[in-house]
């Protein structure tokens, strides 16, 4: 499991649809890519690009009404997550894989305390006696640096701040020292200095725990400060996905570097930023070509035409999803 | 703030402060303790056996000896309208225990589950509430026969799918909630999370409507014993003292004038503590 060659989680042509109207739409399509061990991956995007949906097809955590998983593979030691049964996916969830969330004001349950809330995964996960797993919920909430955690441990979620539910949240993920982490977004909600708090705390408990993280977020500055590799994502398919030096140094896909050069930096003035024209396709609106054709600025007839593959483009590991690029004619 | 659908639980002082200042909260708890207090004390304080005829002294009227005068038997009034509170609270508890229980477990699962099994469930609970309670109970008692089981079962059956109703829309308000995906990322299953995670946030709403629906479940009684479907006599409830004392009302008024009052006192009671718990809760009304 610990080689380097094999992946923690694999995912294979995923197609994500949901259903509007009476028809099934992708939201997420021929989605492949794989997390090493002890990676931190980061997939970007706009609102509407298939990163949330992505996560939620890996845990399956998707509305049973009106979404499906319609083909590809999810594979994880071993066993393809997209066949398990709902009992060996809960056996899974919060276990070997856990999930943190975007909204920390919400996503614990109002009516419990937090140790409570803590100890309910182990026990569920790991069993053993109550006062077992309440220690271990204190420890957690140590290494989360929660100040005081003796006493917060019978606080209720409304005594604690964003940021620290946020806390509390990753304790929770980390409960049963998952393989994996997907992160969605989870210092969107925050403020600046708090996220670079929750950032940093989230790359040591990597380091400790071992863990492969998939970290979406639409943050490029928060990208640069934590992960390996990026996956940008754009309408439902990944359009580029390289290692976080050669994205940032050469970004390939004119999507690529047209987020770039809509993000703010403190070292160009502030008109220089630019934003990207138009709007990304809605699921029903689909271009039958590149998805990003109709905003792009190296646009070439063939290119509505026919959809372009996820292909290598020179550097190892990095590939793009740009005919135009890959023949060389983007100048 | 965040949104969340109750604070109650998680703020019991807050709750707390709000009704204690409420002076109708007050009025409402102590009538109400008062009128356990009795029934539960009630050979204590009863000046006589509820049961015991006294041919000598038939519809005495209110005096020294017999502060609420006798029955057409001679039995005393006061002490059958004190044992006769046991059955009509024991009637109204029990029977809204019962509807609570099964409601919410219902509602809960027609709610979480979205599906086939909620449109059937809930198509016919709105059946069932369709009918007034009364005559609903009534047809449940007339089936069964009557006996005190029969009668907490029937009222038990009219007041399931109020509950049900009562549930099941926070339900799906809940399980929208971040913190119930996130405790089905974490691997929780159904059922715990419709116990431990859905349940707790919408108790404090449905607690708040049986005190409402105690009430009425008293009535129900009342209106099931006045017509012949309650428990049967000599056991004294207030609706069958109410029949008897009516068909002598010309001629003994206090037959059926006390416990008329009796239940009206207790479903004020009910319905002042019911509307105090709500306005607490709702922290919309508490105004703060």
């Known amino acids: 499991m610990t080689s380097f060659s094999k992946p923690a989680?694999?995912?294979?042509?995923?197609?994500?649809?949901?259903?509007?109207?009476?028809?099934?739409?992708?939201?997420?399509?021929?989605?492949?890519?794989?997390?090493?061990?002890?990676?931190t991956l980061a997939v970007v995007g706009e609102s509407g690009s298939g990163k949330s949906v992505t996560a939620l097809?890996?845990?399956?955590?998707?509305?049973?009404?009106?979404?499906?998983?319609?083909?590809?593979?999810?594979?994880?030691?071993?066993?393809?997550?997209?066949?398990?049964?709902?009992?060996?996916?809960?056996?899974?969830?919060?276990?070997?894989?856990?999930?943190?969330?975007?909204e920390p004001m919400t996503s614990l349950n109002p009516t419990m305390t937090i140790g409570e809330q803590i100890a309910e995964?182990?026990?569920?996960?790991?069993?053993?006696?109550?006062?077992?797993?309440?220690?271990?919920?204190?420890r957690l909430l140590k290494e989360v640096k929660i100040g005081s955690p003796e006493s917060?441990?019978?606080?209720?979620?409304?005594?604690?701040?964003?940021?620290?539910?946020?806390?509390?949240?990753?304790?929770?993920?980390?409960?049963?020292?998952?393989?994996?982490?997907?992160?969605?977004?989870?210092?969107?909600?925050?403020?600046?200095?708090?996220?670079?708090?929750?950032?940093?705390?989230?790359?040591?408990?990597?380091?400790?725990?071992?863990?492969?993280?998939?970290f979406i977020t639409h943050n490029l500055g928060v990208v640069a400060q934590i992960a390996d590799r990026v996956a940008v994502m754009y309408a439902g398919e990944i359009v580029e996905l390289a290692s976080v030096e050669a994205l940032f140094a050469k970004p390939m896909h004119p999507y690529t570097a047209a987020l770039l050069g809509a993000m703010p930096r403190a070292?160009?003035?502030?008109?220089?930023?630019?934003?990207?024209?138009?709007?990304?396709?809605?699921?029903?609106?689909?271009?039958?070509?590149?998805?990003?054709?109709?905003?792009?600025?190296?646009?070439?007839?063939s290119c509505s035409e026919l959809r372009p593959e996820l292909l290598a483009c020179g550097d190892p590991g990095h590939l793009v999803r740009c005919s135009v690029r890959l023949t060389g004619g983007m100048r | 703030m965040a949104p969340t659908i109750s604070l109650s639980l998680s703020r019991p002082g807050g709750v707390w402060l709000a009704f204690s200042k409420n002076p109708l909260f007050w009025v409402g708890l102590v009538l109400l303790a008062a009128i356990v207090l009795i029934a539960v004390f009630a050979p204590l304080i009863a000046p006589y056996d509820p049961l015991e005829q006294?041919?000598?002294?038939?519809?005495?009227?209110?005096?020294?000896?017999?502060?609420?005068?006798?029955?057409?038997?001679?039995?005393?009034?006061?002490?059958?309208?004190i044992y006769g509170g046991r059955i009509s609270l024991l009637v109204g508890f029990v029977a809204i225990l019962i509807a609570m229980t099964i409601g919410c477990t219902i509602g809960i699962i027609a709610g979480y589950v979205d599906d086939l099994f909620d449109q059937l469930v809930m198509g016919l609970l709105d059946v069932m509430l369709s009918f007034p309670t009364l005559l609903l109970g009534l047809m449940i008692a007339a089936m069964l026969g009557a006996s005190l089981e029969n009668l907490v079962i029937a009222i038990a059956i009219t007041e399931i799918a109020p509950f049900a109703r009562v549930a099941r829309a926070p339900t799906i308000a809940l399980k929208q909630q971040d913190f119930v995906v996130a405790g089905r990322a974490l691997g929780f299953g159904p059922i715990?999370?419709?116990?431990?995670?859905?349940?707790?946030?919408?108790?404090s709403d449905v607690v708040v409507m049986s005190s409402l629906w105690m009430a009425s479940a008293i009535r129900t009684e009342a209106s099931l014993s006045f017509i012949g479907l309650g428990v049967p006599p000599p056991t004294p409830t207030w609706g069958s003292m109410i029949r008897e004392g009516f068909e002598n009302i010309l001629d003994a008024w206090w037959l059926a004038v006390f416990p008329s009052l009796a239940i009206l006192l207790t479903v004020l009671a009910l319905n002042l503590l019911g509307d105090a718990l709500r306005d607490a809760i709702d922290p919309k009304l508490r105004g703060e």
Not at chain 1, 12 to 32: D, K, Q
Not at chain 2, 192 to 203: E, F, K, W, Y
């Open chain 1, 267 to 301: 070292d160009r003035a502030s008109e220089s930023l630019e934003p990207i024209p138009g709007g990304a396709p809605t699921l029903t609106t689909m271009p039958p070509g590149c998805a990003y054709a109709p905003r792009c600025s190296f646009k070439q007839r």
């Open chain 1, 152 to 214: 917060r441990l019978h606080d209720y979620p409304h005594q604690f701040s964003g940021g620290m539910r946020q806390r509390v949240m990753i304790a929770m993920a980390l409960a049963c020292h998952p393989k994996i982490l997907l992160a969605d977004e989870p210092t969107t909600a925050l403020d600046v200095t708090i996220q670079a708090q929750v950032l940093k705390q989230l790359d040591e408990l990597k380091q400790a725990y071992g863990m492969s993280v998939l």
């Open chain 2, 192 to 203: 715990r999370i419709m116990g431990v995670h859905i349940l707790p946030n919408l108790i």
């Open chain 1, 121 to 138: 995964a182990i026990i569920i996960h790991r069993g053993g006696r109550h006062s077992e797993a309440l220690a271990e919920a204190l």
């Open chain 1, 9 to 39: 989680l694999d995912i294979r042509n995923l197609r994500t649809e949901f259903r509007i109207g009476g028809r099934w739409y992708p939201a997420v399509r021929n989605l492949s890519v794989s997390l090493m061990p002890n990676e």
């Open chain 2, 54 to 81: 006294n041919i000598v002294a038939r519809l005495e009227p209110p005096s020294a000896e017999f502060l609420l005068g006798t029955d057409i038997y001679g039995r005393d009034v006061l002490s059958r309208l």
């Open chain 1, 57 to 102: 097809s890996i845990l399956r955590l998707l509305p049973s009404a009106g979404a499906r998983i319609d083909s590809g593979e999810i594979l994880f030691d071993g066993r393809n997550l997209a066949m398990l049964s709902e009992r060996e996916m809960s056996a899974i969830r919060g276990n070997s894989i856990a999930m943190i969330f975007q």
